[in-house]
């Protein structure tokens, strides 16, 4: 009988270790429980990526086709239908094949979200898609008409490029008020044309033509058409000026081009080719 009382004595210390091993899985489990919710738990949308705070090793965006280098992120896209579209300071990329866009600060030098949409423009808070690519929304409004681009103006109004009736080859630019979904037609080219870049920059609008009839390229500013040897597939501004770009195709290859411009005339100048430089 005189051993019982150790016996109880080590019992007690096993209980007391095993206890103390319990707690501590307790509170592993409860922190890393909480961490999750914080971030989202298991359903957080994947297409909100929220930037960290890192140093960027690349400070440029070079469009080197079909390698698309924007700072430290990678991506590759093809000619068609994959489109690079500039809302100042916004970079979107989108791949209508995969249904996603990548949308990037260019001034925050991050990627700011992954959308699993086909994104025509985005400003801040604002956004245009396609989801099926059979009509466009504005944010979650649908606008009862397909734009194949479009560029925001403001919270209540956005710049659509449609379709002249059936004629796909054919397009007009229409105003669009997001409340009443309203259109009124901001310009039509004088000949059939394709509209293939739209953009405004400092408060002037910048338009892109492809004339169907004699397959010549065109840049509009102001209402006035300027004649070009590349087609304007981006307009975008950097270091104050203003540029567009042209992508590589079979009978041209990539290049972009300074935008010369003051108060009574206009003209454009090759910068570079091969690559093309946004920021």
């Known amino acids: 009988m005189s051993d019982n009382p150790n016996k109880l004595k080590k019992t007690n210390k096993r209980w007391y ?25 298991w359903n957080s949308p994947k297409s909100v990526i929220v930037p960290q705070t890192k140093e960027v090793r690349n400070n440029s965006v070079v469009f080197e086709q079909p390698k698309l280098q924007v700072f430290d992120n990678t991506e590759f896209i093809d000619s068609y239908p994959d489109t690079i579209r500039i809302h100042y300071p916004y970079f979107i990329v989108s791949k209508p094949y995969e249904t996603k866009s ?35 929304y504005f944010n979650n409004t649908d606008l009862g008409v397909l734009c194949l681009s479009a560029y925001i103006k403001d919270s209540s109004h956005i710049l659509c490029v449609k379709s002249v009736g059936n004629q796909s080859m054919n397009t007009t630019l229409v105003n ?14 004088a000949q059939p044309s394709i509209i293939t870049s739209v953009a405004i920059i400092n408060g002037i609008q910048y338009l892109g033509l492809l004339d169907i009839n004699s397959m010549k390229n065109n840049l ?45 005339s206009f003209s454009v100048s090759k910068v570079g080719e091969g690559k093309i430089l946004f920021y």
């Open 176 to 189: 669009i008020d997001t409340n009443t979904k309203t259109q009124q037609v901001v310009y039509t080219p």
């Open 220 to 264: 509009v500013i102001k209402n006035k058409v300027i004649p070009v040897e590349g087609s304007v597939d981006i307009i975008y501004p950097m270091n104050n000026q203003v540029y567009f770009a042209s992508n590589k195709k079979a009978n041209q290859n990539s290049s972009y081009w300074l935008v010369n411009q003051n108060e009574t």
């Open 17 to 41: 270790a095993m206890a103390i091993v319990l707690i501590g899985i307790v509170l592993i489990f409860s922190v890393t429980f909480v961490r999750m919710v914080k971030n989202g738990g």
């Open 102 to 136: 990548s949308i990037y600060n260019l001034e925050q030098k991050s990627r700011v979200k992954n959308i699993d949409q086909v994104v025509l423009d985005f400003a801040g808070t604002n956004l245009v898609t396609n989801p099926q690519g059979i009509k466009t």
